[in-house]
């Protein structure tokens, strides 16, 4: 079944960097953008950015700009999404999400809890 | 950038009550707009993309309606499955952008 799997849970202090992976299967990985989005705790949904499996191709939200990295790696069908100078609000579960042709995100991971604590 | 703006942020409601959540958007967006729900510890679900069209495997009660700047989703018959925090999203140029969330809760 098509279906995004996270890596696990980071604690991670302030100033650090966190990777997160996200592995795609059951469907053609470079047919489909990734978006990822966070949600620190008992607040709402945030979107942080997009990437194009197909070319590589990035938009990120203006706030994240300078601290967030998006990558693929198509012979593993896996997204990645990397951000540096971790701060204490930072902490949250981040999602990925498949985004499809009409711009809705129709699969999503079972997210990643990151901790920023010192 | 475009920001969107749910109300009400709350809803109070009981099973099988008809219930709206609106969704005003800062700028025209014509029909790139979807529905999400969510539940606790859960990731979202999409609902309704591209305004008014209903995702597989969605039930019928849930409709969306809309274009430009001001989108309705409407549960027609509320469902205890149905309480939950719904979340509307625009799109534009790849860039995305949420609104608040309205909760959802049993009155």
């Known amino acids: 079944q098509v279906q995004l799997v996270q890596s696990g849970a980071e604690v991670k202090k302030p100033g650090a960097s966190v990777k997160v992976s996200c592995k795609a299967s059951?469907?053609?990985?470079?047919?489909?953008?990734i978006s990822w989005v966070r949600q620190a705790p008992g607040q709402g949904l945030e979107w942080m950015g997009w990437?194009?499996?197909?070319?590589?191709?990035?938009n990120y939200a203006q706030k994240l700009q300078g601290r967030v990295t998006m990558t693929t790696d198509t012979s593993t069908s896996t997204a990645y999404m990397e951000l540096r100078s971790l701060r204490s609000d930072d902490t949250a579960v981040y999602y990925c999400?498949?985004?499809?042709?009409?711009?809705?995100?129709?699969?999503w991971g079972q997210g990643t809890m990151v901790t920023v604590s010192s | 950038d475009i920001q969107m703006t749910q109300s009400p942020s709350s809803v109070s409601a009981s099973v099988g009550d008809r219930v709206t959540i609106t969704c005003r958007a800062s700028q025209g967006i014509s029909s790139w707009l979807a529905w999400y729900q969510q539940k606790p510890g859960k990731a979202p679900k999409l609902l309704i993309y591209?305004?008014?069209s209903l995702q597989s495997g969605v039930p019928s009660r849930f409709s969306g309606s809309g274009s430009g700047t001001d989108f309705t989703l409407t549960i027609s018959s509320l469902q205890p499955e149905d309480f939950a925090t719904y979340y509307c999203q625009q799109a534009n140029s790849f860039l995305w952008t949420f609104g608040q969330g309205t909760k959802v809760e049993i009155k």
């Open positions: 059951g469907y053609t990985f470079t047919s489909y953008g």
């Open positions: 591209a305004a008014s």
């Open positions: 999400a498949r985004v499809t042709r009409l711009d809705a995100f129709d699969i």
């Open positions: 990437i194009s499996a197909y070319n590589g191709n990035t």
